[in-house]
């Protein structure tokens, strides 16, 4: 039996590592063309920064 | 490569270095996670490398987010500057800091003097953990991830997030457990037991959520009547070329956003 241990990322995740540039660069450009369908909803947000909300976010 | 922030980190690294990669993309780099769809870099605090930026991002028809001025004087304090443009169906968002939360000086110098490079340069595994100490629950998990690639142990005790691997890190190296603990006063518990070292976690988490939380209010507090004006400026930044929509940036910045938080 193998030792249990504490998972923080799922597999998917940790497989990650075992891409090339290439690969790493394909599956980013899918990861990041489905993610745009959530633009709308995140218009005014931030995810790095200072700032935590846009107060007049450009249609 | 194909990916717009890879590719824009080496526009701003044309001719020297300039700008480091950091938070999502440094993870996705290091082939961690699909974290974040936006792009966030540090840039050197000088006028050349920030006239660079700001010129880089008009070619691409970029505009300014609310935020404060790619300028010194509020990077100097800590402030983010953001952008954002539209390319092959895609939403590019650009966010900067000179000055990024938790990092010594003594790290960021470190940082330009030898950045690692991946696809293009990204900040140091043990900077991006400190990036990661944020107010989101997830950002825990990526550190938990980040402190096992480690390769210097006395790193991995001071970002490990597992009450199971410190408590084997306590077995193979004791001194170090010893010597860290003064940075890191959970360390000093290991004894207690892996119950206990996971509430001392749990509770490590919070506190930094909270004290990230308090320092992200004195910004946006800082940052009231430059809010309240947003939304008028950002209708006369509207449509003017990035360096002229800057100045204007610039020009109200001093008199409403202060540079202290």
Same mark, same amino acid.
């Given at each position: 039996?193998?030792?249990?241990?504490?998972? &923080?990322?799922?597999? =998917?995740?940790?497989?990650?590592?075992?891409?090339?540039?290439? =690969?790493?660069?394909?599956?980013?450009?899918?990861?990041?063309?489905?993610?745009?369908?959530?633009?709308?909803?995140?218009?005014?947000?931030?995810?790095?920064?200072? &700032?935590?909300?846009?107060?007049?976010?450009?249609? | 490569?194909?990916?717009?922030?890879?590719?824009?980190?080496?526009?701003?690294? #044309?001719?020297?270095?300039?700008?480091?990669?950091?938070?999502?993309?440094?993870?996705?780099?290091? +082939?961690?996670?699909?974290?974040?769809?936006?792009? #966030?870099?540090?840039?050197?605090?000088?006028?050349?490398?920030?006239?660079?930026?700001?010129?880089?991002?008009?070619?691409?028809?970029?505009?300014?987010?609310?935020?404060?001025?790619?300028?010194?004087?509020?990077?100097?304090?800590?402030?983010?500057?953001?952008?954002?443009?539209?390319?092959?169906?895609?939403?590019? +968002?650009?966010?900067?800091?000179?000055?990024?939360?938790?990092?010594?000086?003594?790290?960021?110098?470190?940082?330009?003097?030898?950045?690692?490079?991946?696809?293009?340069?990204?900040?140091?595994?043990?900077?991006?953990?400190?990036?990661?100490?944020?107010?989101?629950?997830?950002?825990?998990?990526?550190?938990?991830?980040?402190?096992?690639?480690?390769?210097?142990?006395?790193?991995?005790?001071?970002?490990?997030?597992?009450?199971? #691997?410190?408590?084997?890190?306590?077995?193979?190296?004791?001194?170090?457990?010893?010597?860290?603990?003064?940075?890191?006063?959970?360390?000093?518990?290991?004894?207690?037991?892996?119950?206990?070292?996971?509430?001392?976690?749990?509770?490590?988490?919070?506190?930094?959520?909270?004290?990230?939380? #308090?320092?992200?209010?004195?910004?946006?507090?800082?940052?009231?009547?430059?809010?309240?004006?947003?939304?008028?400026?950002?209708?006369?930044?509207?449509?003017?070329?990035?360096?002229?929509?800057?100045?204007?940036?610039?020009?109200?910045?001093?008199?409403?956003?202060?540079?202290?938080?």
């Amino acid at each position: 039996m193998t030792e249990r241990r504490d998972e &923080f990322l799922s597999e =998917e995740d940790l497989d990650l590592e075992t891409l090339s540039s290439d =690969e790493l660069d394909v599956y980013w450009r899918l990861w990041l063309t489905q993610a745009q369908i959530t633009n709308d909803l995140d218009r005014g947000d931030y995810s790095h920064g200072v &700032f935590d909300r846009d107060p007049a976010p450009a249609e | 490569m194909d990916n717009p922030y890879v590719r824009l980190t080496h526009e701003f690294n #044309d001719g020297r270095l300039r700008a480091i990669l950091a938070s999502g993309q440094a993870v996705v780099l290091y +082939r961690l996670a699909m974290v974040s769809k936006d792009g #966030d870099w540090i840039l050197r605090e000088e006028s050349e490398t920030l006239a660079h930026v700001i010129a880089t991002l008009a070619r691409h028809g970029a505009r300014y987010r609310y935020g404060a001025p790619l300028d010194q004087r509020w990077l100097a304090h800590g402030w983010s500057s953001h952008f954002e443009f539209q390319e092959g169906g895609l939403r590019v +968002r650009c966010d900067f800091v000179t000055r990024p939360p938790r990092v010594s000086e003594e790290a960021l110098r470190a940082l330009w003097e030898a950045p690692v490079q991946k696809e293009a340069p990204v900040v140091s595994l043990s900077v991006l953990a400190e990036l990661k100490k944020t107010n989101r629950e997830k950002d825990y998990a990526v550190i938990g991830e980040l402190a096992r690639r480690m390769d210097d142990p006395r790193l991995q005790v001071l970002y490990s997030r597992s009450a199971r #691997d410190l408590l084997r890190l306590s077995d193979q190296h004791p001194t170090i457990i010893l010597e860290a603990a003064s940075e890191r006063p959970l360390l000093s518990r290991l004894r207690e037991g892996r119950d206990e070292i996971e509430r001392l976690l749990d509770q490590e988490r919070r506190a930094l959520i909270r004290k990230n939380e #308090d320092r992200l209010d004195r910004y946006v507090q800082a940052a009231s009547s430059w809010g309240a004006e947003w939304p008028r400026l950002s209708r006369d930044l509207a449509g003017r070329p990035l360096p002229a929509a800057h100045e204007m940036m610039v020009a109200k910045a001093v008199e409403l956003l202060p540079q202290e938080a």
